[in-house]
């Protein structure tokens, strides 16, 4: 069973938005954080946005007062306004200190989402 399964990508015009959406399987019990990382070509990974589940949120200093996450217990949103063209790349969602119902504990990945914005 796939741990994360994201939504929501796709092709905008600057200044529109996107919202993308992730669900944790049934199999994850508890999650300490879940996040959105992104990916710019030939870039690292950053951090987006991420969200406790105390519902505290941090977000990078490129995306503050244009994007919005949250998040119910096993699923997490991301809400993006006025995209840039700069923005350009696969996001990724990320559910951090898990528990399962194995007893395991760890992060996982999402299989990433393109997001392309054009000019």
């Known amino acids: 069973q796939v741990p994360l399964v994201e939504s929501g990508g796709g092709l905008v015009q600057a200044g529109g938005s996107l919202r993308l959406s992730c669900a944790a399987s049934?199999?994850?019990?508890?999650?300490?954080?879940m996040g959105w990382y992104r990916q710019i070509s030939g870039n690292e990974l950053e951090l987006v946005a991420i969200?406790?589940?105390?519902?505290s949120t941090r977000y990078a200093d490129s995306v503050k007062g244009r994007f919005t996450i949250s998040r119910t217990e096993n699923t997490v949103a991301h809400q993006m306004n006025s995209l840039k063209p700069e923005a350009t790349a696969v996001h990724y969602c990320?559910?951090?200190?898990?528990?399962?119902?194995?007893?395991?504990?760890?992060?996982?990945w999402g299989q990433g989402t393109q997001v392309t914005v054009s000019p």
């Open positions: 990320a559910a951090l200190l898990c528990g399962t119902k194995y007893g395991e504990v760890g992060h996982y």
């Open positions: 049934e199999t994850i019990l508890s999650i300490a954080a």
């Open positions: 969200i406790n589940s105390g519902g």
